[in-house]
């Protein structure tokens, strides 16, 4: 029970809590429960707490064996009445000033052990029925041995640059485990007692637990548990380590390392349980979020509905300072938590910032109506209420009728009316409904029903308009479903054999909070329920250098385009902009394990605010995984010696962070593709369900004029249509400042008198303003760089980093004064570079749902700020072009583009270099396959 004292005494009384007791004072020594007192303690109190806990083992020894004794007589088989026992000694604070909540019992222990699979290795069962006991020796001295390594951890902590992110993060770390590892001790003490395994086990186990000085330093291989912070309230996957049996000493030895541990832990535990200054909103603060803006009189109007609840994010300069603060005098209080609202009441779109940094006391700051055009995020609440409505509305009942379906079988769903000239007084918040036929199918967006069209109201949620323009045949059912089991019958081909992906040491990364930290990356995860996934605060170790740069500050998909290509009444509207009217974020649903990810992978959730205000939890939203996809990081191999053959390889592992978006008919698979290289990959994959057009046409031949699309099934039409997916990404380079940098390649005549008449060169262009950094890439030859000028390597070139094209380069091809082009004009060019503003985060502007395009990207590079040297944020836009064929129905096939971003010049050499091959004491980086044939 030394550690209960130790640790309930002198850790502050927030982290003590959690260790599930409570701590009377020890004999002789003033009440401390603050912990204010810890770097004043002396080797003599020390002393004398070690003294109190061998005075109080003595009677808990004395008293299990007279217990061992008795039930040994009495033959009692009932471990619960024996518990009872023992607990009720335990309950007698009178005399040995002593309580621990009952709430610790045998199931707890189980439960405990179920929870955590690395325990199940150390269960040892009921070893003897009939004196009660359950051996929990080596449980104990393998949890202890993990505190000696917490111990280790947070001294190497201390070791950082005082203010580091990485400081930070590994007295993080090192809290985090602290606190799970001595729970189950404390449980495990409490539950047999520390003197049970005397009493069994008098010469083998007698009050031994590990020694700091005999902890073993090896087999430290990362492993991941997902567990859940009940006290922020967020998600995050918590590590572990994986300890070898560690050498035992006794319990009293272990007091001073535990005081150790705690003084060096206390420090950090009045910040550890603070958000960092860019994680998601919690559920805690979606709720502080909520009350405040009900409550404030700056809205009074009813009913109020919340259509985005994000992070008000602090300014960049003070994030930089708390991340890589280099300083003793960095401070590493928590930075204000603010949220940005944007809520409607009254007809009106009302932006709101809130204070939420004390969750049971937030405020409202600031409070502004939208008075421009356009309006927001359309709520899924709002949609399905729309939705509702045809079925009761005569005109539409007639109009199912006329076609001979049943209206059970009908869906609708809901299409933004885009905006095409109106006026701001003409405009109103209405979206427009098309339906469909689902019978027996799941594809109901295969089965349209051409030519009916209904305008609702949202403001109102009333229908407002209705059309019933052409009676056109809905598509037959058949051959249009995806399920297993239901799109025909059974593959007959050879089917590859099955795989996976086995690590035998368990995964290489390791998530803490929103940190994820795996070979020489470090990033931050963030959630945004319009943006979906949002990297920040990306860094690699450099080996060679021997320090941590800067690559990253933040980055996330800013805008989905999706003009489609028919100018027909029911389509000439549909030109999508998914995440502005959408939101990306509140479109991705739960991940399938083994089947979205991988086996090895480890899964994320996310928070966002309902309707009403109220957190909505999003569960398995973001996948992390190692991808083995039997790559080549490099290689070479030498022939030009006579007597040998040289060869080396190494084989290329990354790491990918997922997101799957299913906005409607399509599904984008969004990865973030860290490499060891220094590079990082984005890709975008295009999956799901054509967006189809019903039609009178049954075979190809009929079609004698532009049909728009193509004809994949009988009376069904595949509209053609673009996907622009534009990411906005504010590289830091190492460091603030950067420079844009175009390499366009150019040939030159020789005149160097040899027989070759030609080559080509580099003309180097440096970006002074945006009009400068806009980028057409099909247009010539070039590198385009993002570089610090202020950073030079030993050979005096720029540090830098390359933005390479991965294919799906297509440009918008719309007309200048179309309105759908207005409204993303910015999908002209591939490439823009503007100076960094914290409000230009949304490349169609804050409004996306009926914007005319007088807000956002293309509007903002219009003042041609300049941008060399200085803080700048690349846009980079993947375009394609879509022609449907019949391979992609019913359901299409994955097809993926995006770019890299891959160093130039930032290191001094190959940074993957010095990497080990394969075989040197570790497996061979290979997917594993098993068969039960032996030949």
Not at 2 to 15: F, K, R, S, T
Not at 57 to 73: F, G, L, S
Not at 173 to 181: D, E, I, R
Not at 749 to 769: D, K, Q
Request: negative net charge.
């Amino acid at each position: 029970m030394n550690c209960v004292c130790a640790v309930e005494w002198h850790l502050p009384q927030c982290v003590a809590t959690q260790f599930g007791i409570f701590q009377h004072t020890p004999p002789s020594q003033p009440t401390d429960t603050g912990g204010h007192a810890i770097h004043l303690m002396s080797r003599q109190k020390n002393q004398s707490i070690i003294d109190w806990g061998e005075h109080h083992k003595i009677h808990v020894t004395e008293w299990n064996r007279r217990r061992y004794q008795k039930d040994m007589e009495r033959r009692v088989t009932n471990w619960d009445v024996y518990l009872d026992r023992h607990m009720k000694w335990y309950d007698d604070g009178q005399k040995h000033r002593l309580r621990l909540r009952p709430r610790w019992t045998a199931e707890d222990i189980t439960e405990l052990e179920r929870d955590d699979p690395e325990e199940q290795a150390y269960q040892t069962g009921i070893t003897d029925m009939h004196s009660g006991f359950r051996e929990f020796a080596p449980l104990i001295n393998k949890v202890s041995g993990e505190l000696n390594r917490c111990i280790f951890e947070a001294s190497d902590a201390l070791g950082d640059i005082p203010g580091s992110i990485q400081s930070e993060n590994k007295m993080r770390g090192a809290m985090k485990k602290f606190v799970k590892h001595c729970r189950k001790l404390v449980g495990l003490l409490g539950c047999a007692g520390s003197g049970s395994v005397e009493a069994y086990q008098p010469v083998a186990t007698q009050g031994h637990i590990a020694s700091l000085s005999h902890a073993p330093s090896s087999s430290r291989r990362s492993t991941l548990l997902l567990t859940s912070d009940s006290a922020a309230q967020r998600p995050f996957i918590q590590a572990s380590a994986r300890a070898e049996p560690a050498a035992r000493a006794p319990l009293h030895a272990m007091l001073p390392l535990l005081l150790a541990a705690v003084s060096i832990l206390a420090a950090a535990a009045a910040s550890a349980h603070h958000p960092h200054p860019l994680d998601p909103l919690s559920p805690a603060e979606l709720t502080a979020v909520r009350a405040a803006v009900l409550a404030s009189p700056l809205v009074p109007a009813r009913p109020l509905t919340f259509h985005y609840v994000g992070l008000d994010e602090p300014d960049k300069p003070d994030v930089l300072s708390y991340a890589y603060g280099n300083s003793a005098s960095s401070s590493r209080s928590a930075m204000p938590r603010r949220a940005f609202v944007i809520a409607r009441a009254g007809g009106q779109s009302h932006e709101l910032r809130v204070d939420v940094t004390d969750a049971a006391a937030p405020s409202v700051l600031g409070h502004a109506v939208h008075r421009g055009a356009g309006f927001p995020t359309l709520t899924l609440d709002e949609q399905f209420a729309a939705v509702a409505l045809p079925p009761a509305h005569p005109p539409f009942v007639e109009s199912v009728r006329r076609r001979g379906v049943d209206m059970a079988d009908v869906l609708c769903a809901v299409f933004p009316v885009g905006w095409f000239g109106d006026l701001p007084a003409e405009e109103r918040r209405v979206v427009k409904l098309l339906c469909f036929v689902a019978g027996a199918t799941a594809n109901f967006y295969a089965r349209p029903l051409e030519g009916v069209t209904l305008v609702v109201d949202l403001d109102r949620m009333a229908i407002v308009g209705y059309r019933d323009r052409v009676l056109l045949p809905v598509p037959k059912a058949e051959g249009t479903d995806y399920r297993a089991g239901n799109a025909g019958p059974p593959y007959a081909g050879r089917a590859p054999a099955p795989g996976t992906v086995v690590q035998p040491e368990g995964r290489g990364f390791d998530i803490d909070g929103h940190f994820v930290r795996w070979a020489n990356w470090e990033f931050h995860v963030g959630f945004d329920v319009r943006a979906g996934t949002v990297i920040s605060l990306a860094s690699i170790h450099d080996a060679e250098a021997g320090a941590r740069r800067r690559v990253l500050y933040r980055g996330f998909v800013s805008e989905v385009f999706v003009p489609y290509m028919d100018p027909a009444e029911e389509w000439y509207y549909r030109t999508f902009l998914d995440a502005g009217e959408y939101g990306l974020g509140l479109w991705a649903f739960p991940l399938q394990p083994g089947a979205d990810c991988p086996a090895n992978a480890a899964y994320l959730d996310g928070y966002y605010a309902g309707q009403d205000g109220k957190p909505v939890e999003n569960k398995n939203m973001i996948c992390v995984f190692e991808r083995y996809a039997g790559d080549v990081a490099w290689r070479h191999t030498e022939a030009g010696f006579p007597d040998r053959l040289i060869t080396e390889v190494r084989p290329d592992v990354s790491l990918v962070v997922r997101m799957v978006v299913s906005c409607g008919n399509y599904d984008y698979i969004l990865d973030w593709e860290f490499k060891t290289s220094g590079s990082i990959k984005f890709t975008v994959s295009l999956t799901g369900l054509l967006e189809v057009k019903g039609t009178a046409y049954t075979h190809a031949d009929q079609i004698m004029e532009d049909a728009h699309g193509t004809l994949v099934a009988e009376n069904t039409l595949a509209v053609y249509h673009d996907h622009y997916v534009t990411y906005h990404l504010d590289l830091d380079v190492d460091g603030t400042n950067n420079s844009f940098v175009k390499n366009t390649i150019a040939t030159k005549r020789n005149e160097a008198g040899t027989p070759r008449r030609s080559y080509w060169t580099v003309r180097r262009e440096v970006a002074e303003t945006e009009a400068d950094a806009q980028v057409d890439v099909n247009a010539a030859p070039a590198d385009l760089l993002v570089v610090n000028p202020n950073k030079r390597t030993r050979m005096g070139n720029e540090v830098g980093y390359r933005v390479v094209p991965g294919g799906a380069t297509a440009a918008s091809v719309l007309d200048d004064d179309d309105y759908p082009q207005r409204r993303a004009s910015y999908c002209k060019k591939q490439v823009r570079v503007t100076p960094y503003s914290k409000a230009e985060k949304w490349a169609p502007g804050l409004y996306a749902d009926q914007s005319t395009g007088d807000d956002g990207l293309a509007a903002w590079s219009e003042r041609d700020r300049g941008i060399r040297n200085e803080d700048i944020v690349l846009w980079y836009t993947v375009g394609i072009h879509h022609i449907p064929y019949q391979d992609d129905f019913p359901v299409m096939p994955t097809v993926s583009g995006g770019f890299e971003l891959r160093p130039a010049n930032f290191f001094e050499r190959n940074p993957l270099l010095t990497t080990r091959p394969p075989g040197l004491d570790q497996p061979p980086l290979v997917n594993c396959s098993c068969t039960g044939d032996s030949r």
